[in-house]
C-alpha cells in the first residue's frame, strides 16, 4: 500500500508541474496573441480603407449589390485540408464596377 501511495504522489506532482508549465505557456501565447492583435489595430488605424459609392443608392442597396458580388464571386479551391470557399478579389471588383459603383478612398 505504501508503492500504491508513492506512485499516486509522483502522479499528482507531474500533473501539478505538467499545469504549471501549461499555464505558462498559455500565459506567454496570450501576450503574444495581444501584442499582435494590438498591433494589427494600430496598422489597420493607419492604412486607408476603401469604400464602394454610386450616387443615388441607398446604404441598404450597396449591401444587397455588394452582398451578391460577394456570392458570386466566391469560388471553390482545393487546399490540404480540403476544398475552401475563398474570394476572388478581381471578380468581385469587376461585379460592383459592372453595377457602377465606384472605389473611393478613406482614411489617411
Same mark, same amino acid.
Given at each position: 500500500?505504501?508503492?500504491?501511495?508513492?506512485?499516486?504522489?509522483?502522479?499528482?506532482?507531474?500533473?501539478?508541474?505538467?499545469?504549471?508549465?501549461?499555464?505558462?505557456?498559455?500565459?506567454?501565447?496570450?501576450?503574444?496573441?495581444?501584442?499582435?492583435?494590438?498591433?494589427?489595430?494600430? =496598422?489597420?488605424?493607419? $492604412?486607408? @480603407?476603401?469604400?464602394?459609392?454610386?450616387?443615388?443608392?441607398?446604404?441598404?442597396? +450597396? *449591401? #444587397?449589390?455588394?452582398?451578391?458580388? =460577394?456570392?458570386?464571386? $466566391?469560388? @471553390?479551391?482545393?487546399?490540404?485540408?480540403?476544398?475552401?470557399?475563398?474570394?476572388? +478579389? *478581381? #471578380?468581385?471588383?469587376?461585379?460592383?464596377?459592372?453595377?457602377?459603383?465606384?472605389?473611393?478612398?478613406?482614411?489617411?
Amino acid at each position: 500500500m505504501t508503492a500504491d501511495i508513492t506512485t499516486a504522489n509522483v502522479g499528482i506532482g507531474a500533473v501539478k508541474s505538467y499545469r504549471s508549465a501549461m499555464g505558462q505557456m498559455t500565459f506567454r501565447s496570450a501576450d503574444q496573441v495581444v501584442a499582435i492583435l494590438c498591433l494589427a489595430a494600430v =496598422l489597420a488605424g493607419c $492604412a486607408p @480603407t476603401e469604400e464602394w459609392v454610386k450616387p443615388g443608392v441607398s446604404d441598404a442597396q +450597396r *449591401d #444587397r449589390d455588394a452582398s451578391e458580388c =460577394l456570392f458570386a464571386s $466566391a469560388e @471553390t479551391v482545393p487546399t490540404a485540408q480540403g476544398p475552401q470557399r475563398r474570394l476572388n +478579389r *478581381d #471578380r468581385y471588383r469587376r461585379c460592383m464596377n459592372d453595377r457602377g459603383y465606384t472605389v473611393k478612398k478613406t482614411g489617411q
